[in-house]
């Protein structure tokens, strides 16, 4: 399956596809889906889709989610936190 988000043309409307795609990829996790987010904004294959779909023209594809049932359902071994948390801060000039 695949799912395309679209959000009608705002000042948010990245950050609320986002938003959506994130809960889409949780929604399918819980469900013991595999699922990976594809981008689709400002990619040259957007208009492509959307005509595709016949998505109104006040629209733009923020995301493309490919979803499916996982070959293996193992877990990933999880590191130590010190390996990979870092308090560093930027340092300028």
Not at 4 to 17: I, N, P, R, S
Not at 51 to 63: G, I, M, Q, W, Y
Not at 70 to 84: G, N, Q, R, V
Request: glycine share 6%; net charge positive.
């Amino acid at each position: 399956v695949c799912l395309a988000v679209f959000c009608q043309d705002t000042k948010y409307y990245l950050e609320d596809g986002c938003a959506a795609t994130t809960q889409a990829l949780l929604a399918a996790a819980a469900l013991g889906l595999g699922a990976c987010w594809v981008a689709g904004d400002k990619k040259d294959y957007a208009p492509r889709v959307a005509k595709v779909l016949n998505a109104p023209s006040d629209r733009k594809l923020v995301s493309l989610i490919a979803i499916g049932w996982p070959e293996s359902t193992e877990k990933a071994s999880k590191k130590d936190p010190k390996e990979i948390v870092h308090q560093e801060k930027f340092r300028h000039g």
